[in-house]
């Protein structure tokens, strides 16, 4: 059984910085399955940020790109997100998953940022930015 736990999410102003952590366990982290991370703001659906196949290469929201990165530590099993810049848009709860599995006949190292090509799922960490 995989299991996500994110962590590092709060309360920032604008410009601020956070670094979102995913700690997986039951879980391969050197295959080279993707894991990514979400977000789902309140009336609004869950939406792709970035995800990263097991060799490193990755896939960012092109409205993201330059100020979220994603990595992860396959030794430590650990997914992350670091997020610079923040804007009040940015709050939402933000969401690790992986995939472990083919789905529609894309394999599992597919960097892609459809939910619906993830296997497991964590519960969430709120990340609010104010103005």
């Known amino acids: 059984q995989v299991t996500l736990v994110e962590s590092g999410g709060g309360s920032v102003q604008a410009g601020e910085s956070l670094r979102l952590s995913c700690a997986a366990s039951?879980?391969?982290?050197?295959?080279?399955?993707?894991m990514g991370w979400f977000r789902q703001a309140p009336g609004k659906e869950r939406e792709g940020i970035a995800s990263i196949r097991g060799d490193g290469f990755t896939n960012v929201e092109r409205s993201l790109e330059g100020r979220f990165t994603i990595s992860r530590d396959n030794a430590r099993n650990t997914l992350y997100l670091q997020m610079n810049n923040l804007k009040p848009e940015d709050t939402a709860m933000y969401y690790c998953?992986?995939?472990?599995?083919?789905?529609?006949?894309?394999?599992?190292?597919?960097?892609?940022?459809?939910?619906?090509?993830?296997?497991?799922w964590g519960q969430g960490t709120q990340v609010t930015v104010s103005s």
């Open positions: 998953a992986v995939r472990t599995s083919e789905r529609w006949n894309i394999g599992c190292a597919a960097a892609t940022l459809a939910t619906g090509l993830y296997d497991y």
């Open positions: 039951g879980y391969d982290s050197n295959s080279n399955c993707a």
